[in-house]
């Protein structure tokens, strides 16, 4: 009985120690894709704050386009108070489909492009647009492999019961699958 009783004791110890380990380990990657997340966030509260100020720059020059300045505003709205990724992937999906009709509205007036503000700021904007891009696909493969980790065995045998669920990818919306047309 004394030899049962410690092979007993040596399944549950290195048992305990998966557990603990995984349970680590998920903990870890948990964060990890909640830091992704805030810097996904963070680039795209960056381009919320550029935003007042193309939207002012461009005001100065086409003050009577006040629907395209009232869906960048409205779109900015929402994105600021999104509270779950899928929120924040629609709200940015309204966002890119307003901000394109306000340079589209820029596009219009050649003393405007020719504006060194609007030009920086244009280059703000495009440069924090690549920081998105960034930030999007760093979460997205960050929440691929805590996903994979939660779904494979034994993993899934017991991630629930410890608080760790699926995370939710950032998606594009489906007009982006579409190419836009630039007219002159």
Known sequence: MGKSLMILIAIVVIVGGMLFSDYNSMVSMNENVNGKWAQVENQLQRRNDLIPNLVNTVKGFASHETEVFQAVADARAKLGGAKSVAETSEANSQMDSALSRLLMVAENYPELKSSSNFSQLQDELAGTENRISVARRDYNNTVQSFNAKV?????????????FHEKDYFKADEAAQQVPQVKF
Not at 151 to 163: F, H
């Open 151 to 163: 779904k494979s065995l034994p993993t899934s045998l017991y991630a629930g019961m410890m608080g």
